[in-house]
């Protein structure tokens, strides 16, 4: 079966920088679009930045010019390089595939809106 697994996340201090991995496993052939959510204490998840297969991006305002989202398709992973972090960056983040296409039991296969189990992160003032 199709898995996301995250690293990378962490204690860091303001204006610091962290470097989030998602790997994707199973036999896949190909994965859509690829995004970055998180979800802080008593609030909603939200996206954080989002790739499309071809490498268009998409950041929300809160963090554009800090993160920076890129992926190696030919290792179907995912990475999240964030900069100048601030406190208000603290929370969970998840890694997201909408689409996965793969290969089992001797047919091609999809499967829609996967999630990692998530990676804290933590910016201190």
């Known amino acids: 079966q199709v898995q996301l697994v995250e690293s990378g996340g962490g204690l860091v201090q303001a204006g610091g920088s962290l470097r989030l991995s998602c790997a994707a496993s199973?036999?896949?052939?190909?994965?859509?679009?690829m995004a970055w959510y998180r979800q802080a204490p008593g609030k909603q998840r939200e996206l954080v930045a989002a790739?499309?297969?071809?490498?268009?991006?998409d950041y929300p305002d809160s963090v554009k010019g800090r993160f920076t989202i890129s992926r190696d398709n030919a290792e179907n992973t995912v990475y999240l390089q964030m900069n100048s972090l601030k406190p208000e960056d603290t929370a969970v983040y998840y890694c997201n595939a909408d689409q996965v296409t793969y290969y089992t039991g001797g047919v091609y296969s999809r499967k829609y809106g996967i999630w990692g189990q998530g990676t804290q992160v933590t910016v201190s003032s």
């Open positions: 199973g036999n896949i052939f190909s994965i859509a679009t």
């Open positions: 790739i499309t297969s071809g490498g268009s991006t």
